[in-house]
């Protein structure tokens, strides 16, 4: 179910609400910096019914509202969202699904708000982010390509984003999840590539091994692609000794970001979430 909510300033934000046994943690799902609830169709029809599911459109993705000011993106802003998605929708301790951005929301998260956090899954993030990454990633977030179909969409993200292991028809979910048709016909990102201006102006994100290490109370899931450019080997083999609860699964062929749909990353999802109570 799709609901709306203001959040303390009084933008509106959108996310999807999957009913589930009370009894059972939720699980609170957020995106990547181009991507919105959408991205988690799948894990919540798995595990929706059995626990709640909820997944936040960031400010200026999706069906949420698209600020006037560019510093309402700011991570300070975003992790505010998140306190108030939660207050709103009475969610006081999830289980925290991030991708990419979202998982740097999460490790913050475990520091402003530890036992809001049961258990965390880290998708293809960690506290040190390799610049060529990042500079592909923003790159990707400032263009509005305004293509005229879906398949052109399609042919386009084929050609500018990292390997993913998914079918034709994967690739047409991938692209109708990345652009919307708009009045004028063509189709434009789900996203305010303003963020690209937000992210310049934010400068260098810094080393988040403190935030990190504030998970180590939570059992952790950490994927990622075994060819991200975001996400190092060595930074990936340091999250693994430093936390002790850490479970780890690489995908193979995949780049950044894992959709959550290959197979090895819904048995470990599967198996992470159904071990937490």
Known sequence: MRVFFNARDG?????QDFPGDPARTPILCLSGITRTSDDFATLA???????R?????????????????LSRYAIEE????VLDTMAALHCHRA??????????????????RPG????????DVGPVLEPVGLDHVQNFVARDPALPTLERCVEHLKGVLPPLTIDEEGWRRMAAGTYARGDDGRWHPRWDIRIAQAMSAGGTLPSLWGPFGALAHAPTLLL???????????????????????????????????????????????RFL????
């Not at 999250?239 to 197979?263: A, K, Q, S, W």
């Open 11 to 15: 933008l509106r934000l959108s996310a």
């Open 224 to 270: 990622r692609g075994e060819l991200s450019e975001l996400l190092s080997a060595e930074t990936a083999q340091r999250m693994r000794d430093e936390h002790p609860r850490l479970e780890f699964v690489n995908i193979p062929g995949t780049g950044h970001c894992p959709t959550l749909e290959e197979p090895l990353a819904v048995a470990a999802l599967d």
């Open 95 to 112: 289980v925290f699904v991030g991708t990419s951005f979202g998982g740097i929301l999460t490790m913050v998260m475990a520091v402003l």
């Open 116 to 123: 809001a956090i049961a258990g965390a899954v880290l998708n």
């Open 53 to 69: 599911v909820l997944c936040l459109d960031h400010a200026g993705h999706g069906e949420s509202a698209r600020p006037d000011q």
């Open 78 to 81: 975003s992790l505010r969202d």
């Open 45 to 51: 029809a798995r595990h929706g019914g059995k626990r």
């Open 274 to 277: 159904d071990g937490i109570a």
